[in-house]
């Protein structure tokens, strides 16, 4: 048990001596590393670059443009076609509606709805533009995931040693920030996870709607950008 002990305290001691060496060497002294940093706790591990053969299926950010002629006002047709999103499980992030002649809608739908939601907007007039680019974002969500779950290995590492009652006091606040630290990025991390997940699960769809007969019918959105 003594053993133990005295090993626990070495890991402590050793932390302690790494916070100031840390302090004695400027930043630019150290060799840049991919999930390391100045600040990293000894033993910590990096997140490594998921491969092909750890992740699951492919992850796809899909954002999509459109642009819609109809006859007659653009009020009605804004009505119908709000209630064709919510019906998908979808809603409205923006909206610009200045005349009767022209809107422009910003859609957030579930991907599994798009190519319905798409076939239903053009059942309402016609559709004079269309572009679509699709982002995979397997690898870049993987590699949070990996990373939070490093940050959460490293955690527990550190609640080992601040268990330990034979760290002195000044050990013992230098763990507690070190906690806040990994604690921290622990949040910054899932937060950057649940992000990743909804901009996935939630496709985009800019829409323009516009009467027909307005002088820029046929590309309403590529005429306002080049303004």
Known sequence: ???CRSR???AVRALWAWAWM??????EALPPSRGAGPDR?????????????????RERVVSVRMTLEIEGEVAPALDALRGEVVAR??????????????????????????????????????VTRTAEEVEDMTFAHA??????????????RLLALYADRAASLAEVLLIEHEL???RGEVER??????????????????????RAGVPFARDPLGAIASA
């Open 1 to 3: 048990r003594g053993w």
């Open 8 to 10: 626990r305290a070495g």
């Open 22 to 27: 840390l302090a004695a060497c400027s930043e």
């Open 41 to 57: 706790v000894p033993g910590a591990t990096s997140a490594a670059e998921p491969s092909s053969t750890t992740v699951g299926p």
């Open 89 to 126: 499980g979808g809603y409205l992030e923006s909206s610009a509606h200045s005349s009767d002649d022209f809107a422009e809608l910003e859609i957030r739908v579930p991907a599994s709805e798009l190519d319905g939601l798409r076939d239903a907007i053009a059942e309402r007039g016609t």
């Open 143 to 156: 590699d949070v995931e990996a990373r939070v779950a490093s940050a959460r290995e490293e955690e527990q």
């Open 180 to 182: 806040t630290r990994v």
């Open 189 to 210: 991390l899932e937060a950057e996870s649940r992000v990743l997940a909804d901009r996935v699960a939630m496709a985009r769809l800019s829409l323009g709607v516009v």
